[in-house]
């Protein structure tokens, strides 16, 4: 089972370019959402989304865009990068059922902002 | 709004040594609450999970009970193992949340190492 897939898993780019990570998942969740892990910071959410065509800002979403096409995809893009943006990159997924609550984790994306 | 507090560690054990991590949170109302488990390299995973005060969550040797009164959700095991080295997440999730879609708030996560 493949479940949360996040590429690329390194990235390295230079202040004000711009970029797209991508995430999939293919266990038919409707809840998709992307966290960024900071030492000493714990996740914060970034952006969700509850459905294809729906999604909102979570606690940190400036400089960030997404959109959600299909179910299965929820791109992050970067439109001008900043070295504030360096970070670890976490998407996730879960059913949305409050009684089955789980996030399901990818394996992340490592990125640089020189 | 929401918050999670927990100890940051590094946390440093030898093996069959007794595990505790506390975890306290502030929340309106009656959230669920969850513990992740980070390895390195990999994204978090599910450890445990209570979902009303006074449940027990268990997993892998691990349990944790939601505490109302204490608004606590502390991490315990009894006997640990090299492999329980990894970054430990509390977690918890409004209660009037979509099933965590609109975000879990995270605590910072505490780095246990297990020496042998």
């Known amino acids: 089972n493949a479940g949360v897939t996040q590429t690329p898993k390194f990235q390295v780019l230079k202040t004000g370019q711009s970029m797209t990570l991508q995430c999939a998942q293919d266990?038919?969740?409707?809840?998709m959402s992307w966290y960024r892990q900071d030492p000493g910071m714990g996740l914060r959410l970034i952006h969700y989304?509850?459905?294809?065509?729906?999604?909102d800002q979570g606690e940190v979403p400036n400089g960030y865009n997404v959109s959600r096409s299909t179910t299965e995809d929820f791109p992050l893009r970067l439109l001008s990068a900043a070295p504030s943006q360096t970070s670890v990159y976490f998407c996730a997924s879960s059913l949305g059922d409050r009684s089955q609550e789980k996030l399901f984790f990818g394996s992340g994306t490592q990125l640089s902002v020189l | 709004g929401d918050s999670v507090t927990q100890m940051e560690g590094p946390v440093t054990l030898s093996e069959e040594a007794f595990l505790t991590i506390n975890c306290t949170y502030t929340?309106?109302?009656?959230?669920?609450l969850f513990w992740y488990v980070q390895y390195p390299g990999e994204g978090l995973q599910l450890l445990l999970k209570?979902?009303?005060?006074?449940d027990k969550g268990s997993n892998k040797g691990f349990e944790a009970t939601y505490r109302k009164e204490t608004t606590s959700f502390h991490l315990e095991k009894g006997s640990v193992q090299v492999s329980d080295s990894a970054v430990y997440f509390c977690?918890?999730?409004?209660?009037?949340?979509?099933?965590?879609?609109?975000?879990?708030?995270f605590g910072k996560g505490t780095h246990l190492i297990i020496q042998p």
């Open positions: 929340a309106t109302g009656y959230p669920s």
């Open positions: 209570a979902t009303k005060a006074d």
């Open positions: 266990m038919n969740h409707e809840y």
């Open positions: 989304s509850v459905g294809a065509g729906i999604t």
């Open positions: 977690a918890l999730s409004p209660p009037n949340s979509g099933g965590g879609a609109d975000g879990l708030t």
